[in-house]
């Protein structure tokens, strides 16, 4: 990467996202991170992956227990989902 947050290849990006394997890295591409390929190179702006993940860990997910949405009893013990 330089001074300008370009980074500039695939292995940049991976290495900028903690060494994301080429799995995550096109799983996070079709759930719409912003990365350009041209003519099969990869380029991405720092800040936009960075905007893009403030998103993408924002959302909730079926079927994984929560416990800030699960309701208390009145003795503190969590009454767990159905």
């Known amino acids: 990467m330089d001074r300008t947050g370009l ?3 695939k292995g940049e ?5 903690n060494n994301a394997s ?4 096109r799983k996070w591409i079709e759930a719409g991170m912003p ?4 003519d099969g ?7 936009n992956l ?6 993408y860990t924002k959302r909730k997910y079926k079927g994984v227990f929560d ?3 699960t309701p208390v009893k009145k003795n503190n ?3 767990p989902p159905k």
């Open 22 to 25: 080429d799995y995550k890295l």
């Open 77 to 79: 013990t969590q009454i």
């Open 7 to 9: 980074l500039d290849g």
């Open 41 to 47: 190179r990869w380029y991405a702006h720092r800040e």
């Open 50 to 55: 960075e905007m893009f993940f403030r998103f």
């Open 13 to 17: 990006i991976s290495k900028y996202l």
């Open 35 to 38: 990365v350009l390929i041209e």
């Open 67 to 69: 416990p800030a949405e």
